[in-house]
């Protein structure tokens, strides 16, 4: 029984009273500008003496740049049609771009100075909390070419790599897809079209099929060239800075070793058997010989559980007190406090997220619930997300930029607190079943599909060291790429995907989808933990999570969990837990 009525709308005006027409904000963002230009100033005149006032300028200037960001961001989530808001976003992204520059600035500084005097600099007091990030700085700029280079690279970037991106975007935003439906031809988007792969009738998901692989061939020369030049630059940048491997960059952003990469993926391969089980299952209780890609994420029941969403609020809060109290008050806190928008409306950007106000210590979850027991895994992850802002507070700001691989672990914990009790809680087993299903579906994702988005972009870099893709061969390794990732479980691939993935066309994170799975096993090993010590362990979360952002994921998991990640143990444990659901899957349905 709910006790409580929570806000199903966020509370903004605590930060700016008056939304895109704040006054307030207008003179935050002046008062912006004006510290960022004392802050140019003062790394303009950078000597080993005024480092820590730089330092205390950065931590200052760097929250209010992000709580800036933080509240456009959630103004033109809950309005898509705020056009105050969009002229806003383009004041707050210039501040961010000049911060951006300033800091390349004083990456040059911290490089100027010689080893002895900077290890000497480095053990001092002030000093030591940060001593890693700041290293951590000071070798990646000296690993690239020199400033002037870099400046150059960055100038040309905008209308050469970015540009090829961007590109992408327009030209998916153009793709309609034509669909029948109810006698009537639609032109659906692609996120709609996308959405309907999720339709429990098989003909409609075929129908969709069709019509979105005709309308990705229909743009595939000009998509694929896009990817090429966006590919090549990224290579002769490489190639310039001296650099031999295409996942140097994306394995220093996030604070990892390729023996860690390479042991997760080969640990995941050794397992999937189980997965490929679950498959030619679910393939026979849909009366299938073998799933095609489109049938993967079809659901196997129409019936569905909804929960209010006072309801959904009470359970999450009930699930996250058998875990530990602190998770459980920051929650409670969340609800009370109005810091999550949640109401189904028209006007709303799709999906979900979780913003940080730095300067208030505050967090902001942006979703729209509809009662789904989805929605309700949603709405925990997020918290999730929220709780993990929560712990680093106290933490200096150059310690809280944490990576992609490890930004996915506390929201991944929460819902599976969620998730696993709900299963536990199904009304009867014909639920129990789709619940299970739901939560083998993620371990499809990370294991199967994002391992085929890894196996082709690693091949599609070396081919494209010899120069330009085809559109059939980049065909060719995205199907090799699936039935490898897939066991070859599938009866028919999406040879086209290489171009509607957005993923591959992102150019400010390059080989955006391996953290992903990382972040899921990373979770789930320290989920199984928890499992194991109970409420006891919730203060060890938190210490682990404060030092996300300070270390490598190697000497945080070493210091934290006592495993090594380049090693097959915390692997192997946390596959196997995540292979029980299909284990219990295949039991239930075996009938």
């Excluded at 650099?243 to 023996?259: A, G």
């Excluded at 994420?297 to 209010?308: D, K, M």
């Excluded at 006072?310 to 996250?320: K, L, P």
């Amino acid at each position: 029984m709910t006790t409580k009525t929570y806000s199903e709308t966020w509370d903004l005006d605590v930060f700016f009273q008056g939304g895109s027409n704040s006054e307030e904000f207008h003179t935050y963002l002046i008062e912006i500008h004006t510290e960022l230009g004392k802050f140019e100033k003062q790394i303009e005149s950078f000597s080993t003496d005024n480092l820590e006032e730089i330092l205390v300028s950065y931590e200052n200037v760097v929250k209010k740049v992000v709580q800036a960001s933080a509240f456009i961001s959630c103004l033109l989530a809950q309005d898509v049609k705020d056009k105050a808001a969009s002229q806003l976003q383009g004041k707050v992204a210039q501040l961010h771009a000049k911060l951006q520059v300033q800091l390349g600035a004083l990456d040059e500084k911290l490089v100027e100075v010689d080893g002895a005097t900077w290890a000497s600099l480095i053990q001092r007091e002030v000093f030591q909390p940060l001593e890693y990030v700041l290293n951590e700085r000071r070798r990646r700029a000296s690993d690239k070419l020199p400033a002037a280079q870099e400046k150059l690279v960055t100038s040309l970037a905008v209308d050469g790599y970015h540009a090829w991106g961007k590109l992408y975007n327009s030209i998916v935003g153009t793709i309609k897809i034509p669909v029948e439906e109810n006698g009537e031809v639609k032109e659906l988007s692609v996120g709609q079209a996308h959405n309907r792969f999720s339709n429990g009738d098989r003909s409609v998901r075929k129908k969709v099929s069709d019509a979105w692989k005709k309308a990705w061939e229909g743009q595939a020369e000009t998509i694929a060239a896009a990817l090429n030049h966006l590919a090549g630059f990224r290579l002769q940048v490489y190639e310039q800075r001296g650099w031999d491997s295409v996942l140097k960059e994306p394995l220093e952003n996030n604070r990892m070793k390729q023996e860690t990469l390479d042991t997760m993926w080969q640990v995941i391969t050794d397992h999937k058997g189980t997965l490929k089980k679950y498959l030619e299952r679910k393939a026979e209780l849909l009366g299938l010989e073998k799933l095609n890609m489109y049938d993967v994420s079809a659901p196997l029941s129409s019936e569905e559980t909804i929960l209010s969403y006072q309801e959904g609020a009470e359970f999450i809060i009930e699930q996250f007190s058998k875990f530990g109290p602190e998770l459980t008050e920051f929650t409670k806190k969340s609800f009370e406090d109005s810091w999550i928008e949640a109401e189904d409306r028209a006007g709303k950007r799709p999906g979900g997220f979780c913003t940080s106000f730095p300067v208030s210590g505050q967090s902001r979850i942006f979703m729209t619930y509809s009662g789904t027991l989805s929605n309700v895994s949603t709405l925990a992850h997020e918290l999730g997300h929220a709780f993990h802002q929560h712990a680093m507070h106290g933490v200096p700001t150059l310690n809280r930029f944490y990576a992609s691989n490890v930004a996915e672990t506390a929201s991944t914990f929460a819902e599976m607190i969620v998730a696993d009790a709900a299963v536990k809680y199904a009304k009867d087993e014909q639920e129990k079943i789709s619940l299970l299903e739901d939560k083998i579906q993620r371990s499809v994702a990370f294991y199967m599909n994002i391992h085929a988005r890894f196996l082709f972009e690693t091949r599609f870099y070396d081919e494209r060291k010899n120069g330009l893709v085809s559109v059939e061969k980049l065909n060719e390794l995205m199907v090799e790429a699936q039935k490898e990732a897939y066991c070859d479980a599938l009866g028919e691939y999406d040879p086209t995907f290489w171009a509607s993935k957005m993923h591959f066309f992102i150019t400010q994170v390059p080989f955006y989808n391996f953290p992903y799975t990382f972040g899921y096993l990373f979770s789930l090993g320290i989920y199984s933990q928890a499992l194991e010590e109970g409420t006891n362990y919730e203060e060890k979360y938190i210490a682990l999570l404060k030092d996300t952002a300070s270390m490598t994921v190697e000497d945080l998991a070493m210091k934290h969990l006592g495993v090594d990640l380049t090693q097959r143990d915390f692997w192997e444990k946390a596959v196997k837990k995540s292979l029980e659901d299909v284990e219990e899957f295949l039991q239930l349905t075996s009938k």
